[in-house]
């Protein structure tokens, strides 16, 4: 199985992106998907995670109002809409996925990402806030 993200670019500060996260060979409606994100020259930071039931989800503070997680499990897709990007949201953002159980208890539990905390990574899309 493998996750693949999509739609990132360069923007203005307080404009809007969405990025997408699409599934293949998963058991997407079983699997919690966290946006994870780095930016030059610093460590992976949480973004924002969704529970494979739609029963919850989490935002980091900075991102809180202004960033939207969503899916859509019938597609095996994951949306992460950004809207008043700051210049401080420039970053390669990348879509991780793992069971339910265990994306939950990372984001809630630990302070930052590790690659290997997560089985299913894609390959980054760069975000560019600059004016």
């Known amino acids: 199985g493998q996750v693949a993200e999509s739609g990132g670019g360069m923007v203005r500060p307080g404009e809007s992106l969405r990025l997408s996260c699409a599934a293949s060979?998963?058991?997407?409606?079983?699997?919690?998907v966290a946006w994870v994100r780095q930016a030059s020259g610093k460590g992976l930071e949480w973004v924002a995670a969704i529970w494979s039931d739609f029963s919850g989800s989490y935002y980091e503070d900075s991102v809180k109002g202004r960033f939207s997680i969503s899916r859509d499990n019938a597609k095996n897709m994951v949306y992460l809409q950004m809207d008043s990007l700051k210049p401080k949201d420039t970053a390669v953002y990348y879509c991780a996925a793992d069971q339910d159980f265990r994306v939950e208890w990372l984001v809630t539990n630990q302070p930052s990402p590790h690659k290997d905390d997560l089985s299913y990574w894609g390959q980054g899309t760069q975000v560019t806030v600059s004016s």
């Open positions: 060979e998963l058991p997407w409606s079983t699997y919690g």
